[in-house]
C-alpha cells in the first residue's frame, strides 16, 4: 500500500471534517445572529419600517427583517440565501431537535439536515415533530435520494390532508414556462394545458413549419417547427403566411399539398422550387402574386409577408392596421463589434450572444433603430422624482441591484436610490458667517448623538442608523434648486443606483451607508462597520482596519 496515497485520503477526510466544523459553526453564529435580532418587547411597527418575520416556519420565534441582510453580506451571501440559512437553522433548533442534537453530535451533516428544514418548512409544528423522530437516525446512513424519499412519505405521514391539496394543486397547475437562456442564445419553453388546446397548438405549428416550406425554407421539420414558434406569437403575420403557402400550394400543386388534406407530408424534405428553376423553357405559367412570393431571397420574401400582414386590416385587432405593441431591446456592444458585425454582445434580459445570432433575435420584424445612449453623459434634473430618460441610464450602466452579493437583475419595476440622499433644503436664509469648523463638528456630533439616541429602540445592540435630514429642513449656506426641494443636480445618473425594496429600506432604516467611488463602484459600510465594494466586476469585502490599541 502507497503510504503517501493514503496519508493523501486521510488529509482529504481531515479537511472534509474541517469543512463540517465549520459548516456547523455558522448555523451556531446564525442562531445567536437571530437571537440577538429578536422581538424587542413593546417595538412599535410603523410603516415602511423594519419589520419582525418568522423565518423557519411554525414554531420559531421573529427575527428583525434586516438581519439576513448583514449576515449574508458578511457571509458572501444574498440576502435571500441568508434568510433561508437562518431559518433553516432556527427550524432545525425549534421543530426537529432530534435532528438538530445528531447535527451537534456529529451523526448528521449539517447540509443534509438543512434539506430536511427546508421541506419541513410548511408543516404545522406537531406534524414536524413526526418527520423528526423519523429521520433523525438516518441522515447520514442513507444516500442522499433516498433520504429525500424518506422524508417525503414522513411529510406525507405527517399531515395526509396538506399532502392530498398539495398533490391536487399540482395536478391542477397550468401554465407556459420559459427557462433561462443557454449559452447558445436559444430558450426552452414548456406548456401545461388543456389536452384540446395543446393538440390544437401543435397542429398549428405544423401548419406554420409547413407553410415556411413552401415559401422556399429547406431547414428539416424540428427547425421549421421551431421558427414557427417566432410567427405564432404573431398571429397577423402568421394567418397571411399561411395565406400566401396555401395560394403557392393551389397554383403550384406539385411542390406539396395544401393544409389540411391527407396527402400533406412532410417525410420529404423539398422546399417550394422558384420561377427560374421550375421553367427553365421560358414559359410563365404562374400568376404575378406567385412569381412575386417566390421571388428574392427566402429572408426577403418573409420580410415582405410581415408588412403586408400590417400595411391592410390582418392588424387591425392589435390596435389599427400597422400598429402593435413595441418592445425596446437594449443591446450592449463595443465600437468594434459595432463596425465589424463580429464579435460578443450583451442583450438585456438575456444575456451574452454573438453578434450573428442579433438578426435571428429580432426576426423578420418591424425595427426601428433608436439613438446610442453614452451611459458616460451624467445626465441630471432638480427633483427628487426621477424621470424616465434617467431611469433608463441608470438600469443600463447598473444592470443588477448594487447591494453586496445581490444577483437580481435591475428591472424597470426596481427601485432606484439616491447614493447621497436627498436634500430637501428650503428657501435659503440671509447670509450668515461661517462658524469656525471645530465648533461646527461639536455641534453636528451633539445633534448625531441626540437623533442616534432617540433612533435606537430600548434593548437594541444594532448600531443606530444614519440620521436622515428631515423634509424642508434649512441647511445654512446650502444653494437650492429653482423649485426650492434642494440643492440643485441632485438627481442624477451618477448619485443613482438600481436596488430592491428590502435593501433600499434597509439603508434607509437600518443603518447601511453607500457611497460612489472615483472608480464608479459603490462602497457599503454596514451597520457594524463592515465594508463591501460592489463595481462590475461583483463584489469584494474590504478587509477590516486593526484596531491601534487592539493590533488586527
Not at 448625531?448 to 439616541?453: D, G, Q, W
Amino acid at each position: 500500500m502507497n503510504s503517501a496515497t493514503r496519508a493523501l485520503l486521510a488529509a482529504a477526510a481531515e479537511y472534509g471534517r474541517d469543512q463540517e466544523h465549520a459548516a456547523v459553526g455558522v448555523l451556531r453564529a446564525a442562531l445567536a445572529f437571530a437571537d440577538r435580532n429578536a422581538t424587542i418587547p413593546g417595538h412599535k411597527r410603523l410603516p415602511g419600517c423594519e419589520r419582525f418575520v418568522v423565518y423557519g416556519g411554525d414554531g420559531c420565534p421573529e427575527v428583525a427583517e434586516f438581519a439576513s441582510v448583514e449576515f449574508g453580506a458578511v457571509l458572501g451571501m444574498s440576502s435571500g440565501a441568508a434568510a433561508s440559512l437562518m431559518g433553516e437553522a432556527l427550524a432545525l433548533r425549534h421543530r426537529l431537535p432530534r435532528v438538530w442534537a445528531a447535527v451537534l453530535s456529529g451523526h448528521a451533516l449539517s447540509w443534509r439536515a438543512r434539506k430536511i428544514a427546508e421541506a419541513c418548512l410548511s408543516l404545522s409544528l406537531e406534524a414536524a415533530a413526526i418527520v423528526d423522530g423519523r429521520v433523525a437516525g438516518i441522515v447520514n446512513t442513507v444516500t442522499p435520494r433516498k433520504l429525500k424519499s424518506i422524508t417525503t412519505a414522513a411529510i406525507w405521514e405527517a399531515d395526509p390532508e396538506q399532502a392530498n391539496a398539495n398533490a391536487e394543486a399540482a395536478a391542477k397547475t397550468r401554465g407556459v414556462f420559459v427557462a433561462q437562456s443557454d449559452e447558445h442564445g436559444t430558450k426552452r419553453i414548456w406548456v401545461r394545458a388543456a389536452a384540446g388546446d395543446v393538440i390544437r397548438f401543435d397542429a398549428t405549428i405544423d401548419d406554420l413549419a409547413w407553410a415556411l416550406k413552401m415559401l422556399g425554407d429547406t431547414d428539416d421539420l424540428d427547425q421549421r417547427r421551431a421558427k414557427a414558434i417566432g410567427w405564432i406569437c404573431d398571429p397577423a403575420a402568421a394567418d397571411q403566411l399561411i395565406e400566401v403557402a396555401r395560394h403557392l400550394a393551389r397554383t403550384r400543386p406539385t411542390a406539396t399539398t395544401a393544409p389540411g388534406e391527407p396527402a400533406r407530408t412532410d417525410t420529404t424534405e423539398t422546399a417550394a422550387p422558384g420561377a427560374a428553376a421550375d421553367h427553365a423553357d421560358g414559359s410563365d405559367s404562374m400568376d404575378a402574386f406567385t412569381r412575386q412570393a417566390l421571388g428574392g431571397s427566402l429572408a426577403a420574401r418573409l420580410a415582405a409577408i410581415k408588412c403586408d400582414a400590417y400595411s391592410n386590416s390582418l392588424g387591425a385587432a392589435s390596435g389599427g392596421p400597422g400598429r402593435r405593441s413595441r418592445h425596446t431591446l437594449y443591446v450592449h456592444l463595443t465600437d468594434k463589434t459595432l463596425a465589424t458585425g463580429t464579435g460578443v454582445l450583451r442583450v438585456e434580459d438575456l444575456g451574452p450572444l454573438l453578434a450573428g445570432q442579433l438578426s435571428e433575435l429580432l426576426g423578420h420584424d418591424q425595427v426601428i433603430i433608436k439613438p446610442v445612449i453614452d451611459l458616460h453623459d451624467q445626465v441630471s434634473v432638480h427633483s427628487y422624482e426621477i424621470p424616465h430618460r434617467i431611469r433608463e441610464r441608470v438600469r443600463l450602466r447598473h444592470p443588477v441591484d448594487m447591494f453586496p452579493y445581490s444577483g437580481a437583475e435591475a428591472t424597470v419595476s426596481m427601485d432606484q436610490d439616491h447614493i447621497r440622499p436627498y436634500d430637501h433644503t428650503g428657501p435659503a436664509p440671509a447670509p450668515v458667517r461661517p462658524a469656525p469648523a471645530a465648533s461646527m463638528r461639536s455641534a453636528s456630533a451633539a445633534s448625531v448623538r441626540r437623533a442616534s439616541a432617540s433612533a435606537r429602540p430600548p434593548g437594541s445592540t444594532r448600531p443606530p442608523a444614519t440620521p436622515v435630514p428631515r423634509a424642508g429642513a434649512r441647511t445654512p449656506g446650502r444653494r437650492r434648486s429653482p423649485d426650492g426641494t434642494g440643492p440643485p443636480g441632485q438627481t442624477s445618473v451618477g448619485n443613482l443606483i438600481p436596488q430592491s425594496r428590502l435593501h433600499h429600506r434597509a439603508k434607509t432604516f437600518g443603518g447601511w451607508r453607500s457611497r460612489r467611488l472615483p472608480t464608479g463602484g459603490i462602497e457599503w459600510t454596514s451597520p457594524h462597520g463592515f465594508r463591501f465594494v460592489v463595481d462590475h466586476t461583483g463584489t469584494h469585502q474590504v478587509p477590516r482596519r486593526p484596531h491601534p490599541h487592539t493590533g488586527p
